[in-house]
């Protein structure tokens, strides 16, 4: 409780498989040598490591990495690298495609 009062990021868990606060996360990414990957908050925080592997904390990670690192999240990485994790927006992907990528892709709209 001391802690939450103190900083109330710690009464926000990011990770619910691990019980990581986003305080624990922010930490690891805002210390020397910090994370700038998902893997890297990992490592540091164990946020992903649980039963889920991410599936559940893997975005609002993503998100926190993005606004302190101050990148947008298509430019963070898994692990570095080419290990790009989004590829564009959502609302990106839900442009319509142009009809020669349709037909190379298979894809029709009706």
Do not use: N
Not at 14 to 27: D, F, H, K, N
Not at 81 to 106: F, K, V, Y
């Amino acid at each position: 409780e001391a802690a939450v009062a103190a900083d109330p990021a710690y009464g926000r868990i990011i990770c619910r498989c691990e019980s990581v606060p986003e305080a624990e996360i922010l930490e690891a990414i805002r210390r020397p040598l910090g994370a700038t990957t998902l893997d890297g908050v990992k490592r540091r925080a164990r946020a992903g490591m649980g039963r889920c592997q991410g599936g559940f904390c893997a975005p609002r990670v993503l998100e926190l990495l993005s606004r302190e690192l101050g990148v947008p999240q298509t430019e963070l990485t898994k692990f570095g690298g080419a290990s790009r994790i989004l590829s564009g927006t959502l609302g990106e992907m839900a442009e319509p495609q142009p009809r020669a990528a349709q037909e190379r892709t298979g894809e029709t709209h009706a």
